[in-house]
Structures are given as structure tokens and as C-alpha cells.
């Protein structure tokens, strides 16, 4: 009876060791297959994830050719509105010509980049084919030889002049700028010379001067006016922009 007893209970250790051992078999062979599980849920493939990258910043790119279409869009009306408003106020674009076929040196204008243009006159009127060019308004048309000339220059048709490296017309007006440092002196001296100040800016001590005459030898004057001890700079006037009209 002892025996049987020892039997019984070696055989239910034995079930129950059985048992526990299966168990943890069977628990240590899923643990693996349950992390590959959640490792596959939770991480992304890959390819998956640079396709889904890809994707997102081709989204997210602005359309460039439509931003380039509307930048020129915008470029070509403020350039519209620009001119159109050039126009409204009465002032010109800046205007480049070709050179002209005949242009003339000068003692008078050395130092400068003027040339006088000798087949080209101010007009009051054009005819409707003659070449046109416009400084601060006036009207130039290319065609007789100027009537005036730096020697015997005639107030009421004033020189044209080009200027080659700017390719614009400029106007020689008959104007001297002149900056004194004595104006009684100034005054004393044009007038043994026939000439006078037309307009005046004493804040700068500066003075616009030409001759009593209509006609008169603008070359003589000129050099005369710059020898003067008084005199600290002269200069030419040369109309050469197109200025706003009031």
C-alpha cells in the first residue's frame, strides 16, 4: 500500500512537470512570433515609407511655372502702367538715336562728349517724314544745315548738338553758367563785353549770362568770361533731358 502510494505520486509529479514544461514551451515560442507581429504592425516597410515621402514633398512644391507666368504677367503690366503714366504727365522716355552721318568737332566743347549735329534744326512744326528727336520738349528734325553757328550764334535758333557715347541730341542754348566770387565785378566786366545776367542764383553765386545781341560770337564770349579773375568756373549750357511739362 506504501508502495502504490510512492507510485501514484512520482506519477503526478512527473504529469505536472510535463505540463509545466509544455507550457513554457509554448509561451517561449510565441513571445518571438508576437514582437515580429508588433514590430511588423509598427514599423513601415522601407520603400514604403520614402514613397509615402516622395509623395508628400512633390505635394507640397509650388508650381513654378505657374509663379513664372505670373511674375511676367505682373512685369508686363507695371511696365504698361509705367509708360502709360509717362505719357499722362507730358515727359518722354529716354531716347537713343543712331549716330548721325555728319557730326562736327569743336575747340568750344573740348572736354565734353558734344559734337555738333549740322543738318539738324529746332523746329516750331514737322513735317510728317522729317526724323524727329525731343529735348525738354523742343522739337529737333534733321534736314538744312543750322543757320547758326558757334561764331555768329543766333539766340532764336539755338545749336544741336549729339552726344556719341549717351547716342541723344542735346540742345547749345547760348547760356554761359557762370560762378563769381564779385558780382559788381561780374556785372562791370559783361557789360564792356555786350552782354548781361538773365537769371541769377546768388544763394551759390552762380549766374546765367549771354549776349545782348540776337546774334553774337558765343566762342569770343565764352573765352573772354573764363579769363576773368572773378570768375571761378563757366560753363556751357546743354539741354540734354526730357523734363516733366508744369
Not at 514633398?57 to 511674375?71: C, G, Q, S, T, V
Not at 556751357?236 to 526730357?242: A, G, H, T, V, Y
Given at each position: 500500500m506504501h508502495k502504490k502510494n510512492l507510485f501514484i505520486?512520482?506519477?503526478l509529479l512527473s504529469a505536472a512537470a510535463i505540463l509545466l514544461s509544455s507550457i513554457l514551451f509554448?509561451?517561449?515560442?510565441?513571445?518571438?512570433?508576437?514582437?515580429?507581429s508588433s514590430s511588423r504592425n509598427i514599423l513601415p516597410d522601407a520603400k514604403t515609407a520614402n514613397l509615402s515621402s516622395l509623395v508628400e514633398a512633390e505635394n507640397m512644391k509650388p508650381d513654378l511655372n505657374l509663379k513664372n507666368i505670373a511674375e511676367t504677367h505682373e512685369a508686363k503690366d507695371k511696365a504698361t502702367r509705367a509708360l502709360q503714366n509717362i505719357k499722362s504727365r507730358g515727359r518722354l522716355p529716354s531716347q537713343t538715336l543712331t549716330k548721325p552721318s555728319?557730326?562736327?568737332?569743336?575747340s568750344i566743347l573740348t572736354g565734353t562728349r558734344w559734337k555738333i549735329w549740322p543738318n539738324a534744326n529746332v523746329v516750331a512744326k514737322l513735317s510728317s517724314d522729317a526724323p524727329v528727336a525731343r529735348v525738354s520738349h523742343i522739337d529737333i528734325a534733321e534736314?538744312?544745315?543750322?543757320?547758326?553757328?558757334i561764331v555768329?550764334?543766333?539766340?532764336?535758333?539755338?545749336?544741336v548738338l549729339y552726344n556719341e557715347r549717351l547716342q541723344k541730341p542735346g540742345i547749345l542754348t547760348g547760356l554761359i553758367i557762370v560762378e563769381t566770387v564779385d558780382l559788381p565785378a561780374l556785372r562791370r566786366d559783361l557789360s564792356s563785353v555786350n552782354a548781361e545776367i538773365v537769371n541769377s542764383f546768388d544763394q551759390?553765386?552762380?549766374?546765367f549770362v549771354?549776349?545782348?545781341?540776337?546774334?553774337?560770337?558765343?566762342e569770343l564770349l565764352f573765352t573772354q568770361i573764363?579769363?576773368?579773375?572773378?570768375?571761378?568756373?563757366?560753363?556751357?549750357?546743354?539741354?540734354?533731358?526730357?523734363?516733366?511739362k508744369n
Amino acid at each position: 500500500m506504501h508502495k502504490k502510494n510512492l507510485f501514484i505520486s512520482f506519477f503526478l509529479l512527473s504529469a505536472a512537470a510535463i505540463l509545466l514544461s509544455s507550457i513554457l514551451f509554448l509561451k517561449i515560442k510565441k513571445t518571438p512570433e508576437i514582437k515580429k507581429s508588433s514590430s511588423r504592425n509598427i514599423l513601415p516597410d522601407a520603400k514604403t515609407a520614402n514613397l509615402s515621402s516622395l509623395v508628400e514633398a512633390e505635394n507640397m512644391k509650388p508650381d513654378l511655372n505657374l509663379k513664372n507666368i505670373a511674375e511676367t504677367h505682373e512685369a508686363k503690366d507695371k511696365a504698361t502702367r509705367a509708360l502709360q503714366n509717362i505719357k499722362s504727365r507730358g515727359r518722354l522716355p529716354s531716347q537713343t538715336l543712331t549716330k548721325p552721318s555728319v557730326l562736327q568737332a569743336h575747340s568750344i566743347l573740348t572736354g565734353t562728349r558734344w559734337k555738333i549735329w549740322p543738318n539738324a534744326n529746332v523746329v516750331a512744326k514737322l513735317s510728317s517724314d522729317a526724323p524727329v528727336a525731343r529735348v525738354s520738349h523742343i522739337d529737333i528734325a534733321e534736314g538744312e544745315p543750322s543757320q547758326s553757328t558757334i561764331v555768329n550764334f543766333d539766340n532764336t535758333n539755338q545749336i544741336v548738338l549729339y552726344n556719341e557715347r549717351l547716342q541723344k541730341p542735346g540742345i547749345l542754348t547760348g547760356l554761359i553758367i557762370v560762378e563769381t566770387v564779385d558780382l559788381p565785378a561780374l556785372r562791370r566786366d559783361l557789360s564792356s563785353v555786350n552782354a548781361e545776367i538773365v537769371n541769377s542764383f546768388d544763394q551759390i553765386n552762380t549766374y546765367f549770362v549771354t549776349g545782348l545781341a540776337q546774334s553774337f560770337n558765343l566762342e569770343l564770349l565764352f573765352t573772354q568770361i573764363k579769363k576773368w579773375p572773378h570768375v571761378r568756373n563757366a560753363e556751357l549750357e546743354i539741354l540734354s533731358k526730357n523734363y516733366e511739362k508744369n
